[in-house]
């Protein structure tokens, strides 16, 4: 058994890192909002935008982090260069998800919920991509 773990490990350990730091990227964007709704009131607008906005800068800037650290192990020292690259692809992604779950649910009439699953799959797999084919290249293979 621990020989079949290690087997997948060492093929897919990439992959499950990558899960792993998901999950931990989620808890720790979703606490930043948690403790920002000690500040912030959810049904004033702007501050439901600024809730959103803190979530979504916390999950970038973890996902960074955990990414660089742990999923793609980084050597590079242009580390903000990275930063910059892992920004706006989440950006874009971001927006990509905003027109799609305007294109599921208002035109081709899918229900929100399942709009939802399909786009967070469609999402963690663009994020994943972006990461490892654009922000975190090896430039020279040890």
Do not use: H, P
Request: aromatic share 16%.
């Amino acid at each position: 058994m621990v020989d079949l773990v290690r087997r997948i490990y060492t093929k897919y350990g990439e992959e499950i890192r990558y899960l792993i730091c998901g999950v931990l990227t989620t808890i720790i964007s979703w606490s930043a909002k948690y403790l920002a709704t000690f500040f912030l009131d959810a049904s004033i607008v702007w501050q439901n935008s600024l809730l959103s906005a803190i979530t979504w800068f916390t999950g970038v800037c973890a996902a960074f982090v955990l990414n660089r650290i742990i999923v793609f192990k980084s050597k590079d020292a242009n580390w903000f260069s990275e930063f910059v690259k892992m920004f706006s692809g989440r950006a874009g992604i971001g927006v990509v998800g905003i027109l799609l779950q305007n294109v599921f649910v208002n035109v081709l009439g899918m229900n929100l919920w399942v709009s939802t699953v399909l786009w967070a799959v469609i999402e963690v797999l663009s994020n994943y991509f972006v990461s490892k084919f654009w922000v975190f290249t090896k430039k020279n293979k040890d």
